[in-house]
């Protein structure tokens, strides 16, 4: 995986990025009571707001890692968004997007710079 500044994640699966919230953004949020995920043939450039996360505490957009297609948004989280704080990188995605320009993923930092970016914070 890979992770973001704004603490969102990356699996690539072939030429699809599952993109969702890392665990430390999911838990400065607190308790998840409400998700928009974005809908499918959307385009989304690098750094755009594509997804809404909101929690007890705040409300916060989600940004595209990569540029790209929406080809499925993760419409379970609609109806169950605690998902986000119990499996934020996993069952808990936010969308796929199928990658544009691959080469955007080498900005992205891998777990252990990532881990080192939050030390800094």
């Not at 890979?2 to 699966?13: A, I």
């Not at 974005?38 to 990569?66: H, I, L, Q, R």
């Amino acid at each position: 995986m890979k992770y973001t500044k704004d603490h969102e994640w990356v699996r690539v699966e072939g030429d699809v990025a599952v993109v969702g919230i890392s665990k430390h953004a999911a838990d400065q949020l607190g308790d998840v009571v409400f998700v928009e995920t974005p809908e499918a043939g959307k385009t989304v450039g690098k750094g755009d707001g594509f997804a809404v996360v909101e929690s007890v505490k705040a409300a916060s957009d989600v940004y595209a890692p990569v540029s790209g297609e929406v080809i499925e948004g993760n419409a379970a989280l609609a109806g169950a968004p605690e998902t986000v704080n119990a499996d934020p990188e996993g069952e808990g995605w936010f969308a796929k997007i199928r990658i544009k320009d691959a080469s955007q993923l080498d900005a992205l930092m891998d777990q252990a710079a990532y881990d080192e970016y939050l030390t800094s914070l």
